[in-house]
């Protein structure tokens, strides 16, 4: 039997992580942590904690007999130039204080599997544009570069100490559960609130910047995938490209407005250009398949059609 911590369980990830896993393994399985008082995604079992202290975690994995963590807990790219000191501290040490925890666990014989998400912000502007598995990775954010070191520090801590520790290099990831949360690739996102506000939608990308994209439902099977293989199958540990699908502002505003007639959009980048403009425009995720069977399963239409139908515009104005 699994028992499963999940660290940022209020953040994009952890609110549809929460319930894939909790349908999986049992809800009482599951326990959803973040730093505020309440899980807002209603999480059947919720414990305040802070992945910044290592001991409070430490109690809590081992209070709960926890056989997996996802640490989940992150500074986004955009939100993360804001406050860099602050972005680095957590998302470093928030891994390390995992991986430190799962090297403990495993020296006293009650082995922990650890899930972190890498991001496609660990490439850089020498990295071909449809990346590779290995590349050139020169970021240039600070969410980047710690996305890069992360992924060093979890292929040393597998190496090393034999932690289980899997990981995937998320594409900007797509959803309606949770508002957008301080990322470059969030315009995917509130793009659909506007539209569906009936406001002319400001970009702060330019119309032809393609990123690498993901519906959320293939990156919630991704991790699950990923996750459930046998180790043996798990052939990197350092972090999987993952490929979902490709688009830039106007073609993703050009699919809205095939089924939204009367969006319209403007343009307006900022400073979040720089950052989405060292990222590459596709992944190759071939070793992801080749590994333990990868494929990605919904197209820019499918994923258009069922934001519309379940963004929920009371979620706050969007980015
Ligand atoms: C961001 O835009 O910062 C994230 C990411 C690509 O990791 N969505």
């Given at each position: 039997m699994?028992?499963?911590?999940?660290i940022g369980?209020n953040?994009?990830?952890?609110?549809?992580?929460?319930?894939?896993?909790a349908?999986?393994?049992?809800a009482?399985?599951?326990?959803?942590?973040?730093?505020?008082?309440?899980?807002?995604?209603?999480?059947k079992r919720y414990?305040?904690v802070?992945?910044?202290?290592?001991?409070?975690?430490?109690?809590?994995?081992?209070?709960?007999?926890?056989?997996?963590?996802?640490?989940?807990?992150?500074?986004?790219?955009?939100?993360?130039?804001?406050?860099?000191?602050?972005?680095?501290?957590?998302?470093?040490?928030?891994?390390?204080?995992i991986?430190?925890?799962?090297?403990?666990?495993?020296?006293?014989?009650?082995?922990?599997?650890v899930?972190w998400?890498?991001?496609?912000a660990?490439f850089?502007?020498?990295?071909?544009s449809?990346?590779?598995?290995y590349?050139?990775?020169?970021?240039?954010?600070?969410y980047?570069?710690?996305k890069l070191?992360?992924?060093?520090?979890c292929?040393?801590?597998?190496?090393?100490?034999?932690v289980?520790?899997?990981?995937i290099?998320?594409?900007?990831?797509?959803s309606?559960?949770?508002?957008?949360?301080g990322g470059?690739?969030?315009?995917?996102?509130?793009?659909?609130?506007?539209?569906?506000?009936?406001?002319?939608?400001?970009?702060?990308?330019?119309?032809?910047?393609?990123?690498?994209?993901?519906?959320?439902?293939?990156?919630?099977?991704?991790?699950?995938?990923?996750?459930?293989?046998?180790?043996?199958?798990?052939?990197?540990?350092?972090?999987?490209n993952?490929a979902?699908?490709?688009?830039n502002p106007?073609?993703?505003?050009?699919?809205?407005a095939?089924?939204?007639?009367s969006f319209?959009?403007?343009y307006?980048?900022?400073?979040?250009?720089q950052?989405?403009d060292?990222?590459?425009k596709?992944?190759?995720d071939?070793?992801?398949?080749?590994?333990?069977g990868?494929?990605?399963?919904i197209?820019?239409?499918?994923?258009?059609?069922?934001?519309?139908?379940?963004?929920?515009?009371?979620?706050?104005?969007?980015?």
């Amino acid at each position: 039997m699994e028992r499963i911590l999940i660290i940022g369980a209020n953040g994009q990830i952890g609110s549809e992580l929460v319930t894939a896993l909790a349908d999986k393994h049992g809800a009482d399985n599951v326990i959803a942590s973040d730093i505020g008082a309440d899980n807002v995604y209603g999480a059947k079992r919720y414990t305040r904690v802070d992945v910044l202290d290592k001991d409070a975690v430490a109690r809590l994995v081992a209070d709960e007999n926890i056989t997996q963590v996802y640490q989940l807990a992150a500074l986004l790219s955009a939100t993360g130039e804001k406050a860099p000191l602050k972005a680095w501290t957590l998302n470093m040490d928030g891994l390390l204080n995992i991986l430190e925890i799962a090297r403990e666990r495993g020296e006293a014989g009650k082995p922990l599997k650890v899930f972190w998400p890498s991001s496609i912000a660990a490439f850089g502007p020498n990295t071909p544009s449809d990346a590779p598995q290995y590349a050139i990775m020169d970021p240039t954010s600070i969410y980047g570069i710690s996305k890069l070191a992360g992924e060093r520090l979890c292929e040393y801590y597998h190496a090393k100490y034999g932690v289980d520790v899997r990981s995937i290099r998320y594409p900007g990831i797509i959803s309606f559960k949770s508002p957008p949360g301080g990322g470059t690739t969030d315009y995917a996102i509130a793009i659909f609130h506007a539209a569906l506000r009936g406001e002319v939608y400001e970009c702060f990308l330019g119309p032809e910047t393609t990123l690498p994209m993901i519906y959320m439902p293939d990156a919630i099977r991704a991790t699950v995938e990923l996750m459930e293989a046998p180790a043996e199958q798990v052939g990197i540990r350092s972090s999987y490209n993952v490929a979902g699908v490709s688009f830039n502002p106007r073609e993703l505003a050009a699919a809205i407005a095939a089924k939204l007639p009367s969006f319209r959009i403007d343009y307006k980048p900022d400073s979040r250009q720089q950052i989405a403009d060292s990222w590459p425009k596709s992944l190759d995720d071939a070793r992801a398949t080749a590994d333990w069977g990868w494929k990605a399963a919904i197209g820019v239409d499918a994923m258009v059609t069922d934001m519309l139908a379940n963004v929920d515009v009371g979620l706050g104005k969007a980015a």
